[in-house]
């Protein structure tokens, strides 16, 4: 009798071994487009919280903006604060950038992005070590993100005990720092630029906006936020009390041309001795030698040329001539003036009305 044909006890684990492998392949494609999804669906989730209704404009939020942890939060600067002048003059190569190049330039270093030549803690240790004449003990190179925020942690450190008499809150911490925060970069710098005096202008009243985007349970939220950078220069660099001048460039722009005419008058009726004639006064008294030379003039002397850069062709030369002057009204009898040298050299005109109003109060009969 003939039996049935067998089948062959290796074909069935075979096909079991072929599908289960057909069902892993569709399985592991599955899960990822399931992630992909979950990773697009919250990048979406980031940017509609930021686009919400609350926010004047839409912000452009990056991908990694959008993927935070639990309770992690990102700030993005609103692109309308961006585009400020204000903002644009502190943040590039005008003020903020040029001045960190002037003082490590004999390091060969050269910054040219805040956020990307600052995070990892080598400029600020050297930007520190030059300003406060000091040595940090921090190794030289990093390269993992674990030492370079061990290296921001000390710079950091140092910093805080440098301000801590001013007791200032401070506004950066070594993750906002080496997350790339624009708006923490920033604050850390000007509070710099403030306790070390740099002999730069600071412009005034710059605020951007920024939105802050926070991750609660799962949940994107958002919050719009103005960050103050900058306030007055006499807040920021001398803590001089309130005058007369400011309270005429807050509140009567208009009489600021009387103010003007009748300064240019002034320093005109003893310049014009010298064949000298000034027409703008934020220009013309900067670098120093109309100052010098007024100062002589009123007190009835003769300056010595060696005392001071008759043509300076530098911003230093330009501040020893100032100085200089100032140190004439001291000898003169006049109080020292509220403004910086600095300021002076900068252009900054309600510094130089200070100083020439000074000098109107006490000759203006001087014949």
Not at 86 to 102: A, P, S, T
Not at 113 to 129: F, H, I, S, T
Not at 172 to 183: A, Q, R, Y
Not at 200 to 226: A, F
């Amino acid at each position: 009798m003939s039996s049935a044909p067998l089948r062959s006890p290796a074909l069935r684990p075979h096909r079991m071994k072929k599908d289960e492998s057909f069902l892993g392949k569709l399985g592991g494609t599955l899960a990822r487009k399931k992630k992909a999804k979950e990773v697009s669906d919250l990048q979406e989730e980031g940017k509609n919280a930021i686009n919400s209704p609350m926010c004047p404009a839409p912000v452009e939020v990056h991908p990694e903006d959008s993927l935070l942890e639990e309770n992690e939060e990102r700030t993005v600067i609103d692109p309308t604060s961006r585009d400020d002048p204000r903002f644009k003059e502190l943040v590039k190569v005008r003020v903020l950038i040029d001045w960190i190049n002037d003082v490590l330039v004999e390091e060969r270093i050269i910054v040219k992005q805040l956020e990307e030549d600052l995070y990892d803690g080598q400029v600020l240790q050297k930007l520190l070590e030059k300003l406060a004449d000091c040595k940090l003990n921090v190794a030289e190179v990093t390269q993992s993100e674990i030492g370079q925020k061990q290296k921001l942690q000390t710079v950091l450190e140092a910093v805080q005990e440098l301000l801590r008499p001013h007791s200032r809150p401070l506004q950066w911490t070594v993750d906002s720092i080496h997350g790339k925060n624009l708006v923490a970069i920033l604050h850390l710098l000007v509070a710099l630029a403030m306790h070390f005096r740099a002999p730069i202008h600071l412009p005034e009243h710059v605020s951007v906006q920024v939105v802050v985007v926070r991750k609660r349970e799962g949940l994107l939220h958002s919050s719009h936020v103005t960050e103050e950078l900058t306030t007055t220069t006499e807040m920021m660099m001398g803590r001089f009390e309130r005058d007369a001048f400011d309270t005429l460039f807050d509140h009567a722009p208009d009489k600021l041309s009387v103010v003007k005419k009748s300064l240019i008058t002034f320093v005109n009726k003893h310049l014009n001795k010298l064949n000298l004639e000034v027409t703008e006064l934020e220009t013309q008294f900067a670098d120093g030698v109309y100052l010098v030379l007024l100062m002589g003039l009123l007190e009835d002397y003769f300056v010595p040329l060696h005392n001071f850069y008759l043509t300076p062709d530098s911003f230093d030369q330009k501040v020893h001539n100032v100085s200089f002057a100032f140190e004439l009204m001291l000898d003169g009898g006049l109080k020292k003036p509220k403004a910086r040298p600095e300021d002076v050299v900068n252009l900054d005109l309600k510094s130089t009305l200070r100083v020439l109003y000074n000098l109107f109060t006490k000759y203006k009969h001087l014949e």
